[in-house]
Structure formats: structure tokens, C-alpha cells
């Protein structure tokens, strides 16, 4: 946050000991000062207490100050201080009740001709509902908003001021905006509405007479809280200035005529929701490597009553777009309110990683485990309707689940959840676009010990890998290299050539994927990657046992599946007149690899057996030509439409070439 070389001057010689200097510093600290700790605390004898022993800490401190250009952030570091250790002797909570607004400073809402267009009756309730909302937040997360918000300053400067992080920082700031989003939709406004509340909040709290003629909201603070593209303009041109009257006007308009807007599937980078997670009435142990909350429904056994497990919100960042690989983030919470941190997991492109944690949990027990396997993602919010219908279908729907959709873009909005009697209606949301990559960055605590589970392959990155096997007379052998994480995609990318005992063989790489005959002639030409469908693809961050139910979806192939300790099984089934072809996958769910594909194709004049295997090298040097990657092809036949799954059905079929 910059200040003029003349502010700068008066700090420089108030640590002179300059008494003129000093006195005139500590006028101008105490407004920001009393309207900083009042909006963290909403309590007006402890902002009093906090805000007189800030400034005699300044005036004994001061000297010891380096930077006169960071005068700001040392002095609420030092407000952010006093306040926390007054919280801790009074044992005051930091939630305020409406009461402790004086008549007075909620009549100054309303100064021009259009306060008489609205009763004294709708402010009042107007300013404690936006009171209460706020007062949910957290100590900290106000905090954060109050000095980005409010006083325009820098992340690192908010975390300097606050004691931690900058990530940290910008990670409550987000949790402050949606927390105070939630609060204000079930007092009945728009999400849409709170930058505008944000400006009255500013009103309500501002500590003199000039400040709550004017408060204003710096429009680069407030990245992400989706108001709408006129107001936007407006805050790009200057700072956001609305009179109370017509703010208080504008923000009761806003309730129902501001809906979150739905962006076009194609321009979808980032979602953020929160479902809840059920179990039966029979005590069930989780795992403690990866979520449970991709599964899309979770169905009651044997009729038993439902429960709560717990509530899973989760971040997932597309860096490629809504059909490229995902990133995710994800908290599991341990009630509604999502007060109770429980465990936390996060995919960044680099490694999956677990945090075994929870709030009373010391450092010293804690631990970071980073796997070999991504996190459960069956089905996404960007899934197309048709899509999720038949995972659905495959998987079981619940009855008590309902999904909402935009018309237009077929996006899932909202889910309203009503499985668990005891928790009626809980509705998840689903917000787009609302966060950066940055967001999913690793930002755990360095002074926690960090276990790493994962094999040497994982550990590099990628590997390179081998395919034997046979289908009835036919003989099947590959090689290929595969990376499993997204990191890893460019410098390592995935490719696969496989050769069948009858002639043909396949090439997929960067360049392109193809179907040769014996004597190296292309037949068909189809999109990269066209033949790792069916397979296998960690750097896309979901799991091969996702991957592949997800792949026969896509192609309506009915499937079926079973998860146990040693593995989990897929089946692919196709059934066309006389014809049943069925394809079992095994997959081992702690490496996140496929082992084996058994096929049997039955109907015909015999039935058709056969088995692809696969291994995978831990270690990769000295592995001499094997591995070579392909060359390019030249080819200048058309690029045709790929079948999917299906090109692995069909290579059993002996029909591969044929679509």
C-alpha cells in the first residue's frame, strides 16, 4: 500500500522524536486503527481498549521501525496483536449483536431525499442482517477483509499484518468472501449482492462522522466477488462511491435481480462447491488417503437410515479448459457450518498430496502423505446433462438428490440434498470462475513432517511401460511412456505403439495417432490420443478406476464395478444382437495403474478369450533403443472422428479399423 513521500516524512521524523511529528501521526492512525479492530471485533469496548494500547505501543516502538514505507502493515501487525491478546484475557467472543450499534451511527445511513422512500424499519433490519453476516466470519477472515478491503493493502502486506502467510492470506480472504456470500443467501440476498454489502458493512463500522458520509471499496480488491458488469465499470473508473440511500435501495433491488451469472462450458476454468457426504447408520471406517466426495451418490444399504459423515468442499482449477486435466483442492469439514477443519487434500499438477489434520491437533502429530494416486473425480459440475445421466443410471440414483442445470450452457448449478432426515434441503452451489491457479499451490505448514508414500516412478514423474498379451490366435505386444502428473505432460509426454500378430499396428503420440498395415501404410488417421482411451491417464488428475468408467460413458457402454482392498475391477459391457463382449479391467488402486484387461467375446461360431497385460519400470536408465519415441508420420489422409473405449472392444472384435 503506497504512501506519498510527505506521510513518509512525518513517520521518518516522529521516530526522530519528534513531538509536532508524533502527535500529528497519532491523529491520523487512530480512525484506521479504531475502524480496522472494531470491524474485526464488531465490539466497541474492546476496539477501545485494543486502539489505545496500539498507539502507546506505536509511540514506544516506533524507533524500532525499518521501513517507514511499511508503517501501515507494522501498525495493524501490532493492533492485530493487542487485539488477539485482549480476546484471549476478556474471553470475549468476537460475534456482535445488533444492539451494540448506536441509534445514532444507524440513523447517518441514510442522508439524502430518498431516505424517505424507504421506512426506518427496513434500514434497521437491513443494517442487522448485514451486521449478523459479518459477525459469522471468523476473527482472522475479518480481519482479512478489513485490511484488503478496507484499507487497499497488498496480500503481503495483509499477511504481514495479520502474522501469517501471504497464501495464507489470499486463502481466507476467498474463505471470508464465500462464508460471507453463504451468510448473506440465507438472509435471503443474491450472492451477487456483496460487494454492496461489503459497502454498507463499511458505513455501518466506519469510526467518524467523515468516513461514514464516504466509504469506499477499492474495485481491485475485490477480484472474484461476481457483481455485475455495469457496477463493474463503474468501480474501474474510479473508486465505488454510493450514497447510503441509494445503496440501501440498490442492494434490496439486488436480492432477486442479481443471479449468478453462468459462463459457457467452453470458458469454465475453476468451480467451487460443497456437498455432503452420508453414510448408513452402521459405523464404516474411511480412507485416509483420498475423499470420498466424487462419488456422485451415495445410496443407503439394506434400507438403513442415512447420516451425516461429513461436508466435503472442494476447488477444481482447469488449466487446459472443462475437457483437459483438473486440479483440486479439497477440505473436509465436520459440520454444517464449516467450523471444524477435519483433513485436507490437494492435486496441484505436481503430486497428490493428504494432510492429516484437524484443529485441536498439535504440529508435532500432524503429517503430509503425498500418494501415487489422484483424488476420486467420477463425475465433474462441466459434465455434459446426457453424460452425468447415464454415470448416474450406471451408478444408482439416489432418490433424494436433485440437480439443478442452466438451461443454456447445461453447467450444474446447484444439488439439493435431502437423504439424511436430520438435514433437510442442504443445497450445494456450484460457483464458477471465482479463482486462479495460484489457488492451488501448496501452501501447508513447512514445520509439519511430510511423508512420502510414493514409488519411484511416481516420485519422477512418469515412466515407460510394456503390453503383452493375446486374443484368441492373435499375439499382442506394446510399449509406451506415460506421465502421472501433469507436470510431467510436456517434457514427458504420453505415447504407445502396439503391434498385432496379424499386420496391423498402432502409433499414438503428440504427432498423432494411426493404424498401419503390415507394410507400414497408414489407414486411418485420428486425433492424438485416440488410443490411450480405455487406458489409463494419470496427468488428467483422476484415477484410472474413474478414468475408465468415465471413457465407457462417454460411449454409452454400460459398466460395472467393485472396489476392494487388493484392487478395484471394472467391467465394459457391449452387447449387439448374438454378440456379448465384455472387457474386465483390473486395477491396482494404490499405484493407480491398470495390471491386466481380460477380454471374452462370445455369440459367434467360438468363444474368444484373451488377456492384455501390463508392467511398468521403475527405473529408466540404461534402457538403450526399446523406448524410443516414434517419429513423426507422413500422412495426408483425413483426420477421422476416434472411437473412444470402443477401440479396444473392437480390437478384440477383430473389427479395429472398421469404424
Known sequence: MAEDFGFNELVTQAKLGNRESMHRLVQLAEPRLRGYVYRTTLDKGLTDDAVQETLLAMVKSLKDLQKTESFWPWLFQVASSKTNQLLRTVKRTSAAQFSTLEDSLLESILRDDSQEAVSSLIRRELAQLIVKATAGLKHRQRAVVALRC???MSYAEVAQAVGCKERE???SFFRAKQSLKKQLSRRGFSKSSLLLALILFGKLTAPTEAAVVSVTVAPGMLTGIGISAKLLGLAKSHLVKISAAALLLV???CWHFWPESVLNRADVRSVHF?????????DSSSSSSSSSSGSPISPDRDGEPLRTRAFYETWLYFPQGPDGPVFKREQRW????QTDEECSWLQDGKANYYYRHNGQMPLDKRAIHVTNNPLWVLLLPTDAPDFAEFILEMCGRHPSLAYIRDKKSGLLTGRIDNRVPTVKNFKTTYE???LDEKFFEYNWPEEVKVVDKRDAMHKRGWTYFRITGQIGNKDISGRGRIPFVYAAYKEHSPWLQLRISDGLSIIDSSGGAYLLDGFGTVLAHYPAGSFFKG?????MGIRAYDTVRRDAAEKRIRFEY??????????LLKDEDYSHTRAVYFIDMEKDIIENISFSISGGAELIEGTLKFSYLDEVRDIGDEFSEPGPIDCRLPVRQAAGVLWLLQLAEVTLGEF
Not at 465436520?334 to 457450518?337: D, K, L, P, T
Not at 487406458?535 to 496427468?539: A, K, N, T, Y
Request: charged share 25%.
Open 150 to 152: 478496507f484499507e487497499g
Open 169 to 171: 492470506a489470499r486463502v
Open 251 to 253: 442492494t434490496i433491488a
Open 274 to 282: 460443497t456437498v455432503q457426504s452420508v453414510e448408513s447408520g452402521v
Open 334 to 337: 465436520g459440520n454444517i457450518e
Open 432 to 434: 464458477y470462475n471465482k
Open 535 to 539: 487406458l489409463g491417464r494419470p496427468w
Open 562 to 571: 467393485e472396489r476392494l482392498d487388493e484392487g478395484g475391477w471394472v467391467t
